[in-house]
Nanobody, 120 residues
């Protein structure tokens, strides 16, 4: 299973960026997909998740600004980031919890990380 993230870069405060993460490989089912971030000197934190039933959850500081979604095939997860703030600067990692077979326990898979820098 491979996750390929893209869409990071330099944004301005108040602006927008969109992250994408394409999932490929042999997967039986996906429990949930999400985005985490790690700021310089900080620990990795959950930004947003979306379940197979399309339920979403967000970090309090991004609620109302970020939106997580998937494509119809549910093999790509997006993070639309609006009203960016300098404190959103971090490396963003996509995550998928997936099963490779019906009776197999789910595993976590991670993308390579994409840097988002927000200038003031």
């Amino acid at each position: 299973v491979q996750l390929q993230a893209s869409g990071g870069g330099l944004g301005q405060a108040g602006g927008s960026l969109r992250l994408s993460c394409a999932v490929s490989g042999s997967i039986f089912s996906i429990d949930h997909m999400g985005w985490y971030r790690q700021a310089p000197g900080g620990s990795r934190e959950l930004v947003a998740t979306i379940t197979s039933g399309m339920s979403t959850k967000y970090l309090d500081s991004v609620k109302g600004r970020f939106t997580i979604s998937t494509n119809n095939a549910k093999n790509t997860v997006y993070l639309q980031m609006n009203s960016l703030k300098p404190e959103d600067t971090a490396v963003y990692y996509c995550n998928v919890r997936a099963r490779r077979a019906l009776l197999k326990a789910p595993d976590d898979y991670w993308g390579q990380g994409t840097l988002v820098t927000v200038s003031s």
